[in-house]
């Protein structure tokens, strides 16, 4: 029995690699984009450790190449939903009363399993499954899903140590418990280490999970999944079940040990979640707990004292890089009438060289988006502002599905502050600006904090510190992740906890004790060493 009082410390981000030309990295990662685009391989439920076929057959293809098949996958059915379920309560008691310290070591495997021997096979499923290019493929499932596994033992530290004082004839403590039940996760397709961390932190803390993964990132799902396995993951502590999520949605929120909701996602999914869970609440053990990061309407704010090239620089990545299909995207922007001529040319020199196509291509920084509905919603609002009276269309804008979904970066200029791509959230490579008055500054702070029902991240981009922080005061509430000088995109875990509030959802914030001590049931123990053995109190004395 090891009676060690142990602790995990903080630990360092995992580095980044360049995949410059001529690295070794480049050349396996190359090598395993060959291998896996050339191997078309099948994709089963896994519920309690075992492979499931249910004959209800998908496709997983690439974003920039919609012909060209990846994998085939199963899909599950009401029994199968069934099955995760009681696998996952069958193999909850032994996990979650395994030592905490154990759980962790099996999450660090796990991180170096990704770090080193399925680093490429990581990448390169992102990258084709995902439309990702390698720098961001690279971030995400291999840096950022890396972090997540490594950083949250030492947060789980942290809540474990955290306990009250004892005072004369009292010992007190705090057991940090698991849920009582087990915990839906619904993962989305933009970032495979969130699919990581939403298993992840649950399982950390002595969950157990039903795990419905987005379709559209399915191969680099599949393989996290095997890569948990091979840790050492108990059979039935997670259980991967692809699937239609109203199917799943409908088994897993009516079963009474159902205990909480982990989910990324559209804000308008997780607000039915919670309407169905309130109207089933009297059908559960225990009130679940539901953590959601939904959308985002994500702003970027200039002063009149900011650098034109470096706002350039921070609108164009921020919007641009993975085709804008992230949370966090910059997808509006005010800028000051006094910098937006500058402002604007060095934003179309950067997009004359941009290039757009197959992510083989190391040449390319734009991709496809994800999947035709997409592609087909954010031409709409393309096409709209070509149209409109209100906005005009001033870069981009070139929609192409015949191969691969791919939509040009592209910008809008909106006449009215209150113009639909102003307020509405796309998810795409679209990027509307507003340009004000210098003299309005506050009064168009104010408007930016009113356009949008979303608080996801924003930033203030200006050097006159007194600005800056009126600005802070205006958007307070805004966004959860605010940056100043910076774009609004590339959160990192243990150094930028992730998260919104508002629409965009609990603010739980990934990458923190914050999201992990969601995932606790506390219990009090207070036990009295010298117990009393009179009922009278002084005060009743004569």
Not at 520 to 542: A, V, W
């Amino acid at each position: 029995m090891n009676n060690a009082i142990f602790n995990f410390r903080e630990c360092e981000n995992e580095p980044v690699k360049s995949y410059a030309p001529g690295s070794e990295e480049r050349r396996l990662l190359q090598a395993e984009l060959d291998r896996q685009f050339n191997t078309q391989i099948e994709i089963p439920l896994i519920i309690g450790g075992k492979k499931i076929t249910t004959g209800k057959i998908g496709k997983v293809v690439m974003p920039t190449d919609h012909q060209h098949v990846l994998a085939t996958y199963h899909q599950c059915t009401d029994k199968e939903v069934r099955m995760a379920i009681d696998s996952a309560m069958k193999a909850k008691d032994a996990w979650a009363n395994l030592p905490w310290e154990e759980r962790c070591s099996i999450i660090l495997r796990a991180g170096e399993l990704f770090a080193k021997k399925y680093r490429y096979v990581m990448n390169a499923s992102c990258m084709l499954g995902q439309a990702k290019n390698a720098m961001q493929a690279e971030i995400d499932s291999a840096c950022e899903s890396i972090d997540f596994m490594r950083f949250n033992p030492h947060f789980a530290a942290k809540i474990y140590a955290d306990q009250p004082i004892s005072v004369g004839e009292n010992i007190n403590r705090v057991e940090y418990r698991p849920l009582e039940g087990f915990v839906y996760t619904i993962t989305p397709f933009n970032f495979t280490a969130i699919a990581v961390n939403l298993n992840i932190s649950p399982v950390l803390m002595g969950n157990v999970t039903v795990w419905k993964p987005a379709t559209t990132s399915l191969l680099s799902s599949y393989y996290a999944m095997e890569i948990f396995k091979e840790a050492g993951i108990p059979d039935g502590v997670i259980n991967f079940v692809p699937g239609s999520g109203s199917i799943i949605s409908n088994v897993v929120l009516n079963d009474p040990d159902f205990g909480g909701i982990h989910f990324t996602g559209s804000t308008g999914v997780f607000n039915s979640f919670w309407k169905t869970v309130g109207e089933n609440v009297g059908k559960y053990k225990t009130y679940p707990k539901l953590v959601g990061e939904t959308g985002g309407k994500d702003f970027v704010f200039v002063h009149n004292s900011a650098n034109p090239k470096e706002v350039a620089t921070a609108l164009v990545r921020g919007s641009f890089e993975f085709q804008g299909q992230k949370c966090s995207a910059a997808s509006r922007a005010y800028i000051p009438v006094s910098l937006w001529e500058d402002t604007k040319k060095y934003m179309f020199d950067m997009l004359k060289e941009i290039k757009m196509g197959d992510v083989r291509d190391f040449s390319n920084f734009v991709n496809a988006v994800i999947d035709e509905a997409s592609f087909d919603n954010i031409a709409g609002y393309i096409q709209r502002a070509e149209k409109s009276n209100d906005a005009e269309v001033i870069a981009g804008g070139k929609c192409d599905k015949s191969t691969g979904y791919f939509i040009e970066p592209t910008i809008i200029l909106a006449k009215t502050p209150k113009y639909e791509s102003m307020e509405e959230e796309i998810f795409g490579p679209v990027l509307t600006i507003y340009v004000y008055e210098d003299a309005k500054y506050e009064e168009t702070l104010k408007l930016c904090d009113e356009t949008s029902p979303y608080a996801l991240t924003g930033s203030i981009m200006g050097y006159d510190r007194y600005a800056v922080m009126i600005a802070d005061k205006y958007l307070r509430y805004s966004a959860g992740n605010f940056y100043i000088n910076d774009k609004p995109t590339g959160a990192v875990v243990g150094q930028q906890p992730f998260g919104g509030a508002r629409a965009s959802g609990t603010n739980d914030k990934a990458g923190s004790y914050l999201n992990l001590i969601r995932w606790t049931s506390p219990r009090t123990i207070k036990e009295n060493i010298n117990p009393p053995t009179d009922y009278k109190y002084p005060f009743l004395s004569e």
